[in-house]
């Protein structure tokens, strides 16, 4: 018996498609509740070449959902970690950890390189900012979120639209897992869903999942989902979702956060206001305003808000904690 007799045996596989799996590389962005069921299932499927990207370190908080992870391993970086346990697991899987976000500044090269990309950092202007680059490359992504009990994980770009063909804007209610909390199991799930997407993807079955958005309700025990093959691409990318590496000399930045919030922002280029003061902002048609807060969410809406004005030049950064 080898490793891959009881997936090599299924018609759909046999000894071509561990072949093509194989010889596949992925991308990963995130190992945290989601990447810690996405990640062993794709070493131990046989994936050839693994990419894992994540900034941060193992806390105590995370143990919960986060299976991939000890007790010994606190304050250790996840990349690291998470490859460790994946070379163990399976040591023909190469396993790269990059311990950094996935990003603006840093993905269009990856990506480039990459079969196939997994959006598991569960973060909004993450997963606009890598659907924009997959759709503008032509590369597929796999992205997963989930919320309580909830979530959704879905096949796009590549021959499929994208994210922001499905969700153009946030939902006014959208929280986080810090604010509204979650539960392991359903992260897990969701987590697992991802990865037989992508293996489905990696191995070109029919139907494609690529077009194809599952949701999860564990809340009501209801599972459902849709095609959004013909789902058309809005006309612009509203807001656009940048790194701090692409912002220029000639951009407006407007730092939201208030004078509690950190990390506080140093540049001469930045104003500090309000979010209730971006309605009164009449910023020059050719120059970029670009909104920055703590998660995200008030940058986007005051984005929106701007854009409703009439100014259409607006984005958001990714990452704050970067600059």
Not at 82 to 96: H, S
Request: charged share 20%; net charge negative; with cysteine.
């Amino acid at each position: 018996m080898t490793r891959y007799d009881r997936q090599t045996c299924l018609p759909e596989i046999g000894s071509a498609g561990q072949a093509r799996l194989a010889a596949s590389r992925v991308l990963v962005a995130g190992a945290g509740g989601l990447g810690a069921t996405l990640l062993p299932l794709l070493a131990g499927a046989g994936v050839g070449e693994i990419r894992v990207y994540d900034p941060d370190r193992v806390e105590e908080s995370n143990l919960h959902r986060q299976i991939l992870f000890r007790m010994t391993d606190l304050g250790r970086p996840k990349a690291q970690v998470a490859a460790e346990a994946l070379t163990a697991l399976n040591p023909d899987c190469r396993v790269t950890p990059v311990i950094a976000r996935l990003g603006p500044d840093n993905a269009a090269d990856e990506i480039a390189d990459a079969d196939l990309i997994f959006d598991a950092a569960d973060a909004f202007a993450t997963t606009y900012a890598l659907s924009d680059l997959c759709r503008d490359i032509g590369k597929p992504l796999i992205s997963a979120s989930v919320l309580g009990r909830q979530g959704y994980v879905g096949g796009f770009c590549g021959a499929a639209p994208s994210i922001r063909a499905i969700f153009p804007d946030l939902p006014s209610n959208l929280q986080s897992c810090a604010t509204a909390g979650v539960m392991g199991p359903a992260v897990a799930t969701l987590g697992a869903l991802q990865a037989q997407m992508g293996l489905s993807v990696l191995l070109d079955h029919r139907p494609s999942p690529l077009g194809q958005l599952v949701s999860l309700d564990m809340a009501s025990w209801r599972m459902s989902g849709f095609r959004f093959d013909d789902a058309q691409e809005p006309l612009t990318a509203v807001p656009q979702v940048l790194g701090w590496g692409q912002i220029t000399a000639d951009d407006l930045l407007f730092d939201l956060r208030d004078a509690a919030e950190l990390p506080s922002l140093t540049s001469a280029q930045v104003q500090r206001m309000p979010a209730a003061s971006v309605a009164a902002l009449n910023p020059p048609g050719d120059r970029r305003a670009v909104f920055v807060c703590a998660s995200g969410l008030r940058a986007w809406r005051a984005a929106r808000v701007l854009n409703d004005a009439g100014h259409a030049r607006v984005a958001i950064l990714a990452d704050p904690r970067e600059g």
